[in-house]
């Protein structure tokens, strides 16, 4: 055509010689015209060349590739990838891909428990326990596990800043360093005091740091504090025992536990061992019996509802029911050698059970039990009173735990140690008089935070007008940096060195696992620096090797050089060393007991301010995943509530989200209220740590400052307050909680649902007894065998391995550290308060608490619930795009990117433990806080970040299973189900959770699946699930 | 007893006797003149309540589905309610042009063009919900089976994907149904116009339609295929729709007797979309004579008659519930009728099931206003039904510790009040550019048309 003619031509041109005839050879024009066109015709003559785009086809073809780059280029909204540059050099133990774990020490509370942590590329990505440590063995809690979110917290501090006129400027570490030390010289030259104050010291370097400050600067002084502190109970001991050192209880060993107000399951700073020890006596697998555990409190705490018998009592009259209960031991049962002392006698003569339990209400039959059971159970007893107790109620409860012979309970190995004491109320009350007197030119924060922490009635925060330089050395601002003339930013924990000392026996060790994220430095290394020293990266390692060397290593008594031993115990994060407890021996004194004033009770409202396992004393109250970690029994998050009882609700004709507001002589605050069930009439129970006013985007505003209410001079302890005054005030607060409340016992649809249903089985150790297999007879009433036959769409037959879990509701607490660590696992966004009323909490696992009983006295049951891996899962064959699917090995998965969000899996979810992304929550929560950029760094690499629009849920922590899988096929062998644990498993305090190889006969799992009290929950849909329950055991003398 | 002549003799279908060029006159006119005022009222309401719902879908698409109440539990709302209402409103027009085409009820005439279009706005409308109801709408696609390089396939088990399946079957039948059933139509104003413009279009549309014996022949064939066709894609599409509860594990939902309850509702709910409208049309258009009063009280009949089925339906699914001895289901059926939303399941059952009852009466069968009233009531207490089906059996299922209740927002009522707004800016662009009425199909019906032998 065309294109032939043109190349006919070029042909010619080129001087090609071959023909087809003569006219052409000749190159005759007519036979030229006619030859170009041969099949000339309209269409193609628009095609011919001279008509043509000067365009050639590669340039055509070069602009349409160019222009199209553009319009993609120009409409692509693609965030900037980054760059993603291999490692020129490999650094020593970094590969890419594997994490490394690093053993260092949790500074969130004074228990200082070990902790070790994963990284991923150099980045902490997960925060654990420590196995090696002998306190928490392997186990953390929320807080400690959240951690990880301080360290990232894009609203740390960067730089040292100095206040000029109200408003803080960015300096530099050698400006005000120098005029820091300036100050400080000054203060020494002219007498005035400087004033250091803390939170407890648990620290030994630490504490020699400050005594080569009080050296340099002889007048400075120390002062320490903590909200949730135990010094009652150590007063009490000392007081009793003569002895500053509280010896380690062995609850594991104790048959019947009697606990006064104190959650030591629950908030308890050492809830972790607690739980460990306490559930070890509650092990269904090893056929002893279990513990009994009586708990007589006013509150409702997660110990109570983990109780056998929980009985109601306002905490104001403990104190007295301990003392009718000695009375009745000592003077009626005629028990110890005390009976006949006729001081101890006389001193016990007003006290009468039978009176104070009429007057009470208490159930006689219950105290008759507790009398028969502690008798019973003399030396192998335990009676705990909680922290916020008066002192006079721990020595009379040493004096009951005498009486019963149970101080053989107390470990003669094991002692908790102070490595400096905390400040009495005097020495405080001391500071402030000299604050008022002008007395003090510089007051340093030690990362403490004195400004929303000490009571109302010190005025501290119009006192620190009176000082010339108040410094605050902090992570994040908060109220008393505000107040600061200088604020030093300081490393997180994850980024600093430190020593710790809680117990005698070992030390434990902190290293850093990341280099520090922004221009800040650890707090020893800072005063050190104040002291004269020059500041180098170096600067409080090497004090610290070097303190180690002079009084740590000798300790040891070994013949293994230093070095050794300092990165054997860094690798270990504990260093054991020889060391005897002060006394082996108890003697006891029974003077304290007769001279103690016994705490009065009233008839007025009695206040507990209690503490919490999300946002602690209020240091956490920035961390949005454990402001959003529901409480453990309310199931409230991002708030402190005034809990009322139901009877005290009517009373004040209040009901959940009214006002309340609480007086406490003339100290006034307004709270928001919850009604709990369980309480005791009259008591409130307020949360401490909340209502920040400094704590950036996520804590500021969060909850109501129950601080205001603290006394500095309290009739009965810091915490406990009776005759206080509660009125209702008018309007509305909307308390965010992710379980519905409902009528538990009016309704008689909703009575005991969970029970009817059998989601929630239960007995009693005495029933499993008599017959072990009670559980099968009280199965679902349904004839299941028509539907027991193979379902519509045939799955897999699963000859391999198949995933499975159980969960052994006996050791289950309810506690919720497993939540925690399936959110950090799993990169599971923070909602906000807005959206968990919304109902759009992507927590994975959950903890269900179901009541039952009366609204006054009701029983909890907890279950952890989350994807059940059914085998005939319904969610799988309702979605259309088949986003999830089953796997050869029991796992029902979760294709992201191929899901839509049609929700139709999870309407179809019996268990609704399917979460979905409504929206962006990253973007969504807070002006995209999650979208900073230090966030980015915390994500685990494992797992995918899920977008808006997708349904997502628990696929037993997959990452970890496929890591197994590629182990094994490396190694040529067959997966082990052991070698897999899913990492709410990892965090569960007391192994409540166990996960495996179901068709390995040999593993735990099958073993539990086998159990004769093992159930699954809604059994007669017949979805197959795969995570057995071990029904719970109540250690009741009834039958339930 | 005497023979009655008037007794067995049919009422006429189209009152008062009008010459063919009357009928064409009368069928036209909407399309000949300029738009009066009450129109553009009535498309000026509609078309804002259509912006408002494309706003609140447009913030929908940039910020999230989140916008709307669904959480957890109750995944579905009013997405998913709306759907399964407009599809219900869907099934009217095809049962009276298919199946009242097939068993010869010649009263459908005046009604069934109108009908047919109803069915095809309302099948664009539901058409809508399943498409934006999914978290990520722009992946859509990936519901129909295409080849792909991922050898990616759907899941033929989920009844979501049928009925991606059945209402693109619907849509496509019902409006090739309606389209063959204009061509005569088409013919005729071709014929009329004077317009150039507009005879070109209508040239276009009628294929060449030229009445010819054979023309008639063809289109007759054709319109009973399709007819036959129809028929069966009236009782499918529902059947279907109510596959996505039937075949779920809910309480509530997981039951046998949703397909036939879910035809007869939607015929129930079609008819009182179809009431509701023809009667504001007749008055409108001067069509009194044509969509007559007889017309209205046979339809009535037909929603007495269905709206009873409908709570025949309720009140075996209590039956069942209890006789089943399920206690999980006994206890989602008595949460409806007496737990946090009874309210809305007792506006469903007095809307859908007493107030139909009043049809007994002839009197209020044959009165316009009052049908206009419980007509209305009709479509209230239909969506109510699915509200009921939908948000109650979610929000209170399996383990009470997932219960929660469903709160709708402005963004819902947005969508709810734009759906609206779309139907009837398409009912009326319809009614001022094509004929409401078959005109050639009238034509067959009106008295003197048909030779009779006396």
Same mark, same amino acid.
């Given at each position: 055509m065309d294109k032939g003619a043109d190349k006919e031509k070029n042909l010619k041109s080129d001087g090609q010689t071959y023909w087809r005839s003569f006219s052409e050879l000749y190159n005759n024009k007519a036979f030229r015209d006619a030859l170009n066109s041969e099949f000339s015709s309209e269409e193609l003559n628009g095609l011919r060349k001279n008509s043509k785009s000067s365009l050639s086809r590669r340039r055509f073809l070069a602009l349409l590739g160019a222009s199209a780059a553009f319009a993609a280029a120009g409409c692509s909204n693609y965030r900037g990838k980054g760059q993603i540059v291999p490692y020129n050099k490999k650094p020593e133990e970094v590969t890419l891909g594997i994490p490394n774990y690093y053993a260092s020490t949790c500074t969130g509370c004074s228990s200082s428990c070990g902790i070790l942590v994963k990284t991923r590329e150099g980045r902490p990505v997960k925060v654990d326990g420590n196995p090696d440590h002998p306190v928490n063995k392997g186990k953390i809690c929320a807080k400690g596990q959240a951690s990880i979110v301080n360290l990232y917290n894009p609203e740390r501090l960067k730089e040292p800043m100095v206040n000029e006129g109200g408003r803080f400027i960015q300096s530099d570490w050698n400006n005000v360093n120098s005029k820091i030390k300036e100050a400080l010289s000054s203060a020494n030259s002219s007498g005035k005091q400087v004033a250091l104050i803390s939170h407890s010291v648990t620290s030994p370097t630490f504490k020699k740091i400050i005594e080569d400050f009080q050296k340099a600067y002889p007048v400075a002084k120390l002062y320490t504090y903590e909200v949730f502190n135990e010094s009652a109970r150590r007063s009490a001991w000392e007081k009793t025992y003569g002895r500053k050192s509280l010896p380690v209880l062995k609850l594991d060993e104790a048959r019947v536990i009697l606990s006064l107000e104190s959650d030591f399951l629950g908030t308890d700073p050492n809830h972790i061992e607690n739980t460990r020890l306490f559930t070890s006596g509650r092990d269904v697998m090893s056929g002893k019996e279990f513990n009994r555990l009586y708990v007589v409190e006013g509150a409702a705490t997660l110990t109570g509802f983990n109780a056998d018998y929980r009985i109601r009592l306002r905490t104001d009259a403990i104190e007295e029911f301990v003392l009718c209960l000695i009375s009745e031991l000592v003077v009626k049962r005629k028990i110890s050698p005390f009976a006949g002392d006729s001081q101890v006698l006389s001193m016990l003569s007003g006290y009468k059970l039978d009176e104070f339990a009429a007057k009470h209400k208490l159930d006689q039959k219950v105290l008759n039990y507790l009398l028969e059971d502690l008798l019973k159970n003399q030396g192998s007893g335990a009676v705990i009173a909680g922290d916020m107790l008066p002192e006079s109620t721990h020595i009379a409860v040493n004096f009951l735990n005498e009486v019963l012979g149970n101080s053989k309970l107390y470990s003669r190995e094991s002692e908790s140690t102070d490595v400096h004491p905390l400040s009495t109320s005097d020495e405080i009350e001391t500071l402030i008089s000299s604050l008022n007197s002008g007395n003090v030119d510089v007051v340093i924060h030690l990362d403490s935070n004195p400004v929303y922490h000490f009571s109302p009635d010190y005025s501290y925060r119009e006192l620190l007008k009176k000082v010339k330089v108040v410094i605050t050395l902090t992570e994040m601002i908060n109220e008393s940096a505000e107040l600061s003339n200088f604020i030093i930013p300081l490393n997180d924990p994850l980024e600093s060195w430190g020593d710790y000392k809680t117990r005698s026996g070992f030390y434990s060790l902190q290293q850093p696992v990341i280099a520090p994220l922004y221009n800040t430095r650890q707090k020893e290394t800072v005063l050190l620096e104040w002291t004269g020293r020059n500041y180098s990266e170096n600067l409080y390692h090497d004090y610290l090797k070097e303190n180690w060397e002079k009084s740590v290593y000798p300790m040891l008594?070994?013949?293994?050089? !230093?070095?050794?031993?300092? !990165?054997?115990?860094?690798?270990?994060?504990?260093?054991?060393?020889?060391?005897?407890? =002060?006394?082996?021996?108890?003697?006891?004194?029974?003077?304290?007991?007769?001279?103690?004033?016994?705490? +009065?009770?009233?008839?007025?409202?009695?206040?507990?301010?209690?503490?919490?396992?999300?946002? %602690?004393?209020?240091? !956490?109250?920035?961390?949005?995943?454990?402001?959003?970690?529901?409480?453990? @029994?309310?199931?409230?998050?991002?708030?402190?509530?005034?809990?009322?009882?139901?009877?005290? /609700?009517?009373?004040?004709?209040?009901?959940?989200?009214?006002?309340?507001?609480?007086?406490?002589?003339?100290?006034?605050?307004? !709270?928001?209220?919850?009604?709990?069930?369980?309480?005791?009439?009259?008591?409130?129970?307020?949360?401490? #740590?909340?209502?920040?006013?400094?704590?950036?985007?996520? #804590?500021?505003?969060?909850?109501?400052?129950?601080?205001?209410?603290?006394?500095?001079?309290?009739?009965?302890?810091?915490?406990?307050?009776?005759?206080?005054?509660?009125?209702?005030?008018?309007?509305?607060?909307?308390?965010?909680?992710?379980?519905?409340?409902?009528? @538990?016992?009016?309704?008689?649809?909703?009575?005991?649902?969970?029970?009817?249903? #059998?989601?929630?089985?239960?007995?009693?150790?005495?029933?499993?007894?008599?017959?072990? +297999?009670?559980? =099968?007879?009280?199965?679902?009433?349904?004839?299941?065998?028509?539907?027991?036959?193979?379902?519509?769409? /045939?799955?897999?037959?699963?000859?391999?391995?198949?995933?499975? *879990?159980?969960?052994?509701?006996?050791?289950?607490?309810?506690? %919720?550290?497993?939540?925690?660590?399936?959110?950090?696992?799993?990169?599971?966004?923070?909602? #906000?308060?807005?959206?968990?009323?919304?109902?759009?909490?992507?927590?994975?696992?959950?903890?269900?608490?179901?009541?039952?009983?009366?609204?006054? /006295?009701?029983?909890?049951?907890?279950?952890?619930?989350?994807?059940?891996?059914?085998?005939?899962?319904?969610?799988?064959?309702?979605?259309?795009?088949?986003?999830?699917?089953?796997?050869?090995?029991?796992?029902?998965? *979760?294709?992201?990117?191929?899901?839509v969000g049609t929700r139709y899996c999870s309407n179809n979810c019996p268990y609704k433990v399917r979460r979905f992304n409504y929206f962006d929550f990253r973007d969504h929560f807070k002006d995209s806080y999650q979208y900073s950029e230090s966030f980015d760094l915390m994500a685990n690499p494992e797992v995918t970040i899920r977008a808006r629009g997708v349904m997502e849920k628990c696929t037993f922590c997959v990452q970890r299973i496929m890591k197994e899988r590629e182990d094994a096929i490396r190694e040529n062998r067959e997966v082990i189900g052991s070698n897999v644990t899913t990492a709410c498993q990892d965090a569960c305090p007391s192994d409540a959770i166990v996960f495996g190889n179901v068709n390995d006969q040999d593993s735990q799992v099958a073993k539990y699946r086998e159990h004769e009290l093992g159930y699954t929950v809604l059994e007669e849909i017949k979805v197959a699930p795969n995570v057995t329950y071990i029904a719970r055991l109540r250690n009741i003398f009834e039958k339930e | 007893m005497s023979f009655d002549a008037t007794y067995t003799r049919e009422l006429p279908l189209v009152e008062g006797r009008s010459s063919f060029r009357e009928l064409d006159d009368v069928i036209t006119k909407p399309l000949d003149t300029k738009p009066s005022v009450k129109w553009w009222i009535g498309f000026g309401i509609s078309f804002t309540a259509l912006m408002i719902g494309a706003v609140c879908l447009g913030l929908t698409f940039w910020i999230g589905i989140g916008l709307w109440g669904n959480n957890q539990p109750v995944g579905w709302a009013f997405d998913i309610i709306n759907f399964v209402f407009w599809i219900g409103i869907g099934h009217a027009g095809t049962l009276i042009s298919a199946i009242l085409f097939l068993f010869r009820q010649k009263w459908r005439t005046g009604i069934a063009r109108f009908a047919e279009a109803m069915t095809i706005f309302a099948v664009m409308t539901a058409g809508i919900f399943p498409a934006i109801h999914t978290g990520r709408p722009w992946l859509d696609g990936y519901l129909l089976p295409y080849p792909n390089q991922h050898s990616l396939w759907v899941n033929f088990t989920s009844p979501l994907l049928w009925d991606v399946f059945a209402v693109s079957t619907y849509f496509t039948v019902s409006f090739v149904f309606w389209y063959v059933g204009l061509i005569p139509d088409f013919a005729l104003l071709r014929d009329r116009t004077k317009s150039g413009f507009k005879k070109l279009i209508y040239t276009i549309l009628s294929l060449g339609w030229r009445g010819s014996n054979r023309h008639w022949q063809h289109y007759e064939r054709v319109y009973l295929i399709l007819a036959g066709l129809s028929t069966p894609l009236v009782l499918s599409v529902h059947t279907i729709v109510s596959f996505d509860f039937a075949v779920s594990v809910l309480p509530g939902w997981h039951t046998t007797i949703f397909p036939p309850y879910f035809v007869a509702g939607a015929i129930f709910s079609g008819f009182g979309m179809v009431s509701t409208v023809l009667i504001i049309v007749r008055k409108v258009f001067d069509m009194e004579h044509i969509i007559t009063i007889n017309t209205l009280e046979k339809m009535n009949k037909i929603l007495l008659a269905t709206g009873t089925m409908v709570g025949y339906a309720y009140i075996m699914e209590f039956f069942i519930a209890w006789y089943s001895g399920n206690p999980i289901e006994l206890f989602v059926f008595i949460n409806r009728a007496f737990g946090p939303y009874a309210w809305a399941y007792w506006i469903m059952f007095s809307c859908n099931v007493f107030f139909p009852q009043l049809f007994w009466f002839k009197k209020i069968r044959r009165n316009i206003s009052i049908t206009f009233i419980l007509v209305l009531l009709v479509n209230v207490g239909m969506w109510f039904e699915r509200y009921v089906i939908i948000v109650t059996s979610l929000h209170r299922d399996f383990l009470p510790s997932s219960w929660g209740m469903y709160f709708p927002t402005i963004y819902d009522f947005g969508i709810l009040l734009g759906s609206f707004g779309l139907f009837f800016t398409l009912v009326f662009l319809f009614a001022k550019t094509l004929p409401v009425v078959a005109i050639s199909e009238i034509k067959a019906v009106t008295e003197g048309a048909q030779p009779k032998h006396h």
């Open positions: 008594g070994t013949t293994a050089s !230093f070095d050794k031993f300092w !990165f054997a115990s860094l690798h270990d994060g504990v260093a054991f060393i020889q060391e005897k407890p =002060e006394a082996s021996g108890l003697s006891f004194s029974k003077d304290a007991f007769l001279k103690s004033v016994p705490m +009065k009770a009233s008839d007025g409202y009695v206040l507990l301010l209690q503490n919490n396992n999300t946002v %602690g004393d209020g240091r !956490f109250a920035s961390n949005g995943w454990l402001q959003e970690l529901p409480h453990p @029994i309310s199931k409230v998050t991002w708030d402190n509530y005034a809990a009322v009882s139901p009877q005290a /609700a009517s009373e004040l004709s209040v009901n959940s989200d009214d006002l309340v507001e609480i007086s406490v002589n003339g100290r006034k605050q307004v !709270f928001p209220v919850f009604v709990q069930p369980g309480l005791a009439d009259k008591v409130i129970e307020v949360s401490l #740590g909340y209502g920040r006013t400094a704590a950036g985007v996520v #804590g500021t505003g969060v909850g109501v400052d129950a601080g205001v209410l603290v006394s500095a001079k309290p009739a009965i302890s810091d915490r406990l307050y009776n005759n206080i005054s509660v009125s209702k005030v008018s309007g509305k607060y909307e308390l965010a909680s992710t379980q519905e409340h409902y009528p @538990i016992d009016s309704d008689p649809l909703l009575k005991d649902i969970h029970k009817r249903r #059998g989601i929630i089985r239960e007995g009693t150790w005495l029933q499993y007894k008599e017959d072990p +297999k009670f559980l =099968e007879k009280e199965r679902h009433k349904m004839d299941l065998s028509p539907i027991n036959k193979p379902p519509v769409y /045939a799955r897999e037959d699963y000859k391999g391995y198949k995933w499975g *879990m159980a969960i052994d509701m006996n050791k289950c607490t309810g506690c %919720g550290e497993c939540i925690m660590a399936c959110s950090i696992e799993n990169n599971i966004p923070v909602v #906000g308060k807005d959206q968990v009323i919304a109902n759009r909490e992507m927590m994975w696992l959950r903890i269900d608490r179901y009541y039952s009983g009366t609204p006054e /006295a009701p029983k909890a049951s907890f279950q952890p619930m989350l994807c059940q891996q059914c085998d005939y899962a319904p969610c799988e064959n309702v979605c259309p795009v088949a986003a999830t699917t089953h796997s050869e090995d029991g796992l029902n998965g *979760m294709t992201y990117n191929r899901c | -």
